[in-house]
């Protein structure tokens, strides 16, 4: 965890390319940050790989951990592929139940119209061993075939079922649908994602504060994540709002590739399932964008992504303007979630490090 940036040249200085990463990126001769196809044709390619990633993690799924598919009808009609992660439970003496598990929720990336849960299955699996969470991973619809906000909606909605279930007591009567017995959301209740995913899960957590869910969120892990709408930037944070042009031409993410996801999801700027820095909070309704009552925060900020700013000043807002407890690692020299594409790197094997002790400070 580091000191955010205070002043404009320290803000841009955070975009200048990192040598080791700029040494990978030229050894592979075809960078990634271009758009391979057009949005349709990529998605083909994303989803035509399912069945390989799925042979890959059963290969690579540890003894200790148990993963179970669900198919969920949500409360607006649809349905959705719920995966649940969690470690076999340690024999505890008699006939005791397993000590109670924090739930955390992960919303993959893919920008509203890529990707599966299993993305994020790795990450799962860690969470589950190093912090013994029952980790629950939904599916949402997607654009273009389904505009925004079917995509929030599904993702509202699943939470509200995860919320249910979890307070429903595993000794009576009915049982749980979906939830392990040991899975308790007063051990935590967490909401997060990278990318598109950190959106989904502060837009989630700001709509649980206008109307309560059956078990409070408790904190929310918000990676690489877009909270501003670029057109629509409140003035006093604007003169900050640099890495949109610093970092338009930037590896892995660019503008031009923002630009083609943007013209498939077909957003409505203002609506408040869009860009959630924007919202008024139940408790707060006259002044936009101070989110007094939101959970503790843990972001991870890359210098280098084109959504830099967008987590620098929420994390700034919400620690100094709202009194919500934050943590912050930034990566200065580095693009948009830098790891999935150079996992070898050593500062990926650093921030894989950095999120499990992100989380140890979420549940602490």
């Given at each position: 965890m580091i000191s955010p940036p205070k002043t404009v040249e320290e803000i841009?200085?955070?975009?200048?390319?990192?040598?080791?990463?700029?040494?990978?990126?030229?050894?592979?001769?075809?960078?990634?940050?271009?758009?391979?196809?057009?949005?349709?044709t990529l998605k083909r390619i994303v989803d035509g790989s399912l069945p390989d990633l799925q042979t890959k993690l059963a290969a690579s799924r540890a003894a200790n951990?148990?993963?179970?598919?669900?198919?969920?009808?949500?409360?607006?009609?649809?349905?959705?592929?719920?995966?649940?992660?969690?470690?076999?439970?340690?024999?505890?003496e008699g006939t005791q139940l397993p000590k109670p598990s924090p739930i955390i929720t992960l919303?993959?990336?893919g920008i509203h119209v890529l990707g599966f849960p299993?993305?994020?299955?790795?990450?799962?699996?860690?969470?589950?061993?190093?912090?013994?969470?029952?980790?629950?991973?939904p599916s949402t619809r997607k654009a273009p075939e389904h505009p925004f906000p079917s995509m929030i909606d599904d993702a509202w909605s699943a939470?509200?079922?995860?919320?249910?279930?979890?307070?429903?007591?595993?000794?009576?009567?009915p049982q749980r649908n979906f939830l392990p017995a040991h899975a308790d959301p007063k051990a935590g209740f967490i909401?997060?994602?990278?990318?598109?995913?950190?959106?989904?899960?502060?837009?989630?957590?700001?709509?649980?504060l206008t109307e309560p869910l059956p078990c409070a969120i408790t904190g929310q892990f918000l990676v690489c994540g877009g909270f501003i709408d670029q057109d629509d930037v409140p003035a006093p944070y604007r003169e900050r709002y640099l890495s949109r042009e610093q970092n338009r031409d930037a590896p892995v993410v660019n503008a031009e590739f923002l630009k083609a996801f943007r013209d498939a999801i077909q957003p409505d700027a203002k609506s408040r399932s869009w860009a959630p820095f924007m919202q008024r909070s139940a408790r707060d309704r006259e002044r936009q964008g101070k989110h007094v009552g939101m959970p503790k925060t843990y972001f991870q900020?890359?210098?280098?992504?084109?959504?830099?700013?967008?987590?620098?000043?929420?994390?700034?807002?919400?620690?100094?303007?709202c009194q919500v407890p934050t943590r912050l690692d930034l990566y200065a020299g580095?693009?948009?979630?830098?790891?999935?594409?150079?996992?070898?790197?050593?500062?990926?094997?650093?921030?894989?490090?950095?999120?499990?002790e992100g989380f140890r400070w979420l549940l602490s």
């Open positions: 841009l200085a955070t975009g200048v390319i990192n040598p080791d990463f700029e040494a990978a990126w030229k050894a592979r001769g075809s960078p990634p940050g271009a758009m391979p196809a057009d949005v349709p951990i148990i993963e179970i598919e669900h198919t969920i009808t949500l409360d607006n009609g649809t349905s959705s592929r719920f995966l649940i992660c969690y470690a076999t439970p340690e024999a505890t919303f993959h990336g299993e993305f994020d299955l790795p990450l799962a699996r860690q969470l589950a061993l190093t912090h013994r969470a029952v980790v629950v991973i939470v509200k079922s995860i919320a249910q279930d979890a307070t429903t007591n595993p000794s009576s009567s909401l997060g994602g990278a990318s598109s995913g950190a959106n989904f899960a502060d837009v989630i957590t700001h709509f649980a900020v890359c210098g280098m992504d084109i959504n830099r700013d967008d987590g620098l000043i929420y994390e700034r807002v919400l620690r100094e303007e580095y693009p948009h979630c830098f790891w999935d594409s150079y996992p070898d790197l050593g500062l990926s094997e650093k921030r894989a490090e950095d999120t499990i």
